[in-house]
Nanobody, 120 residues
Framework: QVQLVESGGGLVQAGGSLRLSCAAS????????MGWYRQAPGKQRELVVV???????NYADSVKGRFTISRDAAKNTVYLQMNSLKHEDTAVYYC??????????????WGQGTQVTVSS
């Protein structure tokens, strides 16, 4: 019903930058929130940042001041600008969206994940 397509991952040296994007499409009535989570090997998936429909954001302490989320509401797309990347930012990054469908059901969707690798 809803697809999340991520792009922008890759390999970067420590101190470098990457920009991720996530576009939602399908039977969308509205999007209540979109954001990014990440999962490093052997660790649990954790919140990176989320932005709600009002524009409020919630960042993990570990990325504050380095990562910035933005959105294009008309395109149902969010972007994650990641600066000053550290080795510990290495993980699979997953896009998440809390969507109200055209049927008015509210469901939670995940993207397929994109690998971010930061070499030290």
């Amino acid at each position: 019903q809803v697809q999340l397509v991520e792009s922008g991952g890759g390999l970067v040296q420590a101190g470098g930058s990457l920009r991720l994007s996530c576009a939602a499409s399908g039977s969308i009535f509205s999007i209540k929130a979109m954001g990014w989570y990440r999962q490093a090997p052997g660790k649990q998936r954790e919140l990176v940042v989320v932005i709600n429909s009002g524009g409020s954001t919630n960042y993990a302490d570990s990325v504050k001041g380095r990562f910035t989320i933005s959105r294009d509401a008309a395109k149902n797309t969010v972007y994650l600008q990641m600066n000053s990347l550290k080795h510990e930012d290495t993980a699979v990054y997953y896009c998440n969206a809390k969507v109200v469908l055209t049927s008015y059901y509210e469901l939670n969707y995940w993207g397929q994940g994109t690998q971010v690798t930061v070499s030290s």
